[in-house]
């Protein structure tokens, strides 16, 4: 899954994509800060393991990881 470090050029780079790839990019800042704001509510009830990894740098991981792998999501 994520490692306890992230590099900030991929990190970067994911945040590029995920930008570019966008029709709206207000609504992927909101997602990104939403996924961000869940994970960190996660972290306080100890359902994450790694709290190493900053909300917001897993939150653009996993929704970079989602829009390049959809045939990873559920459904």
Do not use: C, W
């Not at 996924?35 to 991981?61: H, M, N, T």
């Amino acid at each position: 899954m994520i490692s306890s470090r992230v590099d900030a050029k991929d990190l970067a780079k994911r945040g590029e994509s995920l930008i570019r790839h966008s029709t709206n990019r207000y609504l992927t800042t909101v997602r990104i800060a939403f996924r961000a704001k869940q994970r960190r509510f996660d972290d306080f009830d100890g359902l994450l393991e790694e709290s190493a990894v900053k909300p917001v740098q897993r939150a653009i991981v996993e929704l970079s990881d989602e829009q390049d792998q959809p045939d990873l999501l559920p459904g």
